[in-house]
């Protein structure tokens, strides 16, 4: 189906829940029951989804489908991805906020302006967010999604820069950093071992 880059995933439907057609369902949302606030959900196919949010259980929420009536039904669903159309969310408040997909594909500069790749994925294993960038040999690094690491992210023109020492740490290499005058000791210590 064209036009699914528009879309946005805001939960996974992971099974059913009593006999009744209910869903569990894990949110991505911020605040779990929203995940059908902003308009109707549609499936990984594009079939939509009138979903109702009927309460929530240990990390899931509960909800029912329109025609989904029985635990077979739900059960065929489990799986699906369910997704809102980008432009249904609002704009985010904060200038340094932003919706993980509209970083999903954006150019990877560092500070002198090199190319270093693309936005591959965002993860977040419970300490912050991640970037993953897919670099030109398709090797894979993980960059942690902070002012610290990624200075400026620029969604009109499609860019976010991350600092060179940053991308050297991802590789597990030292940082670059300019060359120390020996010291009056160091080159003493020198002079004594030869």
Known sequence: MSGNDNRLC???IVGARGLKGDL???SFTDTATDICAYGPVTTDDGIELKLKVTGEAKGVVIGRVA???DRT???ALKGQKLYVARNALPD???KDEFYHADLLGLSVMDETGKECGT???IYDFGGGDIIDVRLPDSRTLMVPFTA???PKVDLKAGK???LASALAAAEGEPPLLEPEEPTEELLTSQDSAS
């Open 119 to 121: 936005v591959n994925a």
């Open 10 to 12: 805001m939960g996974v």
């Open 160 to 162: 976010l820069v991350v």
């Open 73 to 75: 039904k739900a059960d």
């Open 24 to 26: 569990r369902i894990k």
């Open 148 to 150: 610290d690491s990624v």
């Open 92 to 94: 985010t408040e904060d």
């Open 67 to 69: 025609g989904v009536d």
